[in-house]
Nanobody
């Protein structure tokens, strides 16, 4: 089992920045990739960004490209989401997720952290 704990959410004005963190614990001996999803009220959960654990190769949803950056610290088993130029439409609960095999999909999810962007 792997536990994921997000932190860093909060209230910020439009145009501001926040950095989310996610710490993985438990059986983290093999990590294939980690990522961030978000879910706004009344909407489905959507992909935001992901990073391959070994190579650091990253990928983003179009609506955050150029504004958000995902990174990881392999030694600490942590992944981060630096969010700049935040917009009210970025308001959502942000979830951290991890995958531990090359084949398959996301295995574990955190509890989520609320990000609210005021206009």
């Amino acid at each position: 089992q792997v536990q994921l704990a997000e932190s860093g959410g909060g209230l910020v004005q439009a145009g501001g920045s926040l950095t989310l963190s996610c710490a993985a614990s438990g059986r983290t001996d093999f990590m294939y990739r980690m990522g961030w999803f978000r879910q706004a009220p009344g909407k489905e959960r959507e992909f935001v960004a992901r990073i391959l654990w070994n190579s650091g190769n990253d990928n983003y949803a179009d609506f955050v490209k150029g504004r958000f950056t995902i990174s990881r610290d392999k030694r600490k088993n942590e992944v981060y989401l630096q969010m700049n130029s935040l917009k009210p439409e970025d308001t959502a609960v942000y979830y951290c997720t991890s995958q531990h095999a090359v084949v398959g999909s996301w295995d574990y999810w955190g509890q989520g952290t609320q990000v609210t962007v005021s206009s």
